[in-house]
């Protein structure tokens, strides 16, 4: 049974592209052995990531992530049920702020990242395109 879900959390500090780094490598190696996917974004000291795989081990990773120190107000924006994977190019994805994250920003009628003022439908589809235009452009 697979599920994705949704949540955004805020940094409790600044964080720079060696600490993005870190986390991603974490993930990427955690995530493969588990057959979790997802994608990861970060702007203004906000988290937004989509973790998609088996209910249980999402559900394990999910409290381990929530109880990570560099990293507060962990809020689940959606947990829903899905047949298939969206991210699942993607040990852990990550696409830093651009042009084109602002662009995809607009396109779900956002001016500035703000992850509590998404929808979950456009958190997940914020994250869809991030993850569509990382691969277009790698």
């Given at each position: 049974?697979?599920?994705?879900?949704?949540?955004?959390?805020?940094?409790?500090?600044?964080m720079?592209?060696?600490?993005?780094?870190?986390?991603?490598?974490?993930?990427?190696?955690?995530?493969?052995?588990?057959?979790i996917?997802?994608?990861?974004?970060?702007?203004?000291?906000?988290?937004?990531?989509?973790?998609?795989?088996?209910?249980?081990?999402?559900?394990?990773?999910?409290?381990?992530?929530?109880?990570?120190?560099?990293?507060?107000?962990?809020?689940?924006?959606?947990y829903?049920?899905i047949?298939a994977?969206?991210?699942?190019?993607?040990?852990?994805?990550?696409?830093?702020?651009?042009?084109?994250?602002?662009?995809?920003?607009?396109?779900?009628?956002?001016?500035?990242?703000?992850?509590?003022?998404?929808?979950?439908?456009?958190?997940?589809?914020?994250?869809?395109?991030?993850?569509?235009?990382?691969?277009?452009?790698?």
């Open positions: 049974m697979l599920i994705r879900l949704t949540y955004l959390s805020k940094a409790t500090r600044d720079n592209m060696q600490d993005i780094q870190d986390i991603l490598t974490v993930a990427r190696d955690n995530n493969q052995g588990l057959e996917c997802g994608m990861l974004c970060y702007d203004q000291r906000y988290f937004l990531q989509t973790l998609e795989g088996p209910r249980d081990d999402v559900n394990e990773l999910f409290l381990e992530i929530a109880e990570d120190p560099r990293h507060d107000d962990v809020v689940i924006i959606s829903e049920y047949d994977t969206t991210f699942g190019s993607w040990d852990m994805g990550f696409a830093p702020a651009t042009d084109a994250f602002y662009k995809l920003l607009n396109d779900v009628g956002q001016n500035s990242f703000d992850p509590r003022a998404l929808t979950p439908e456009q958190a997940v589809s914020f994250l869809s395109g991030l993850s569509e235009q990382h691969q277009t452009n790698n």
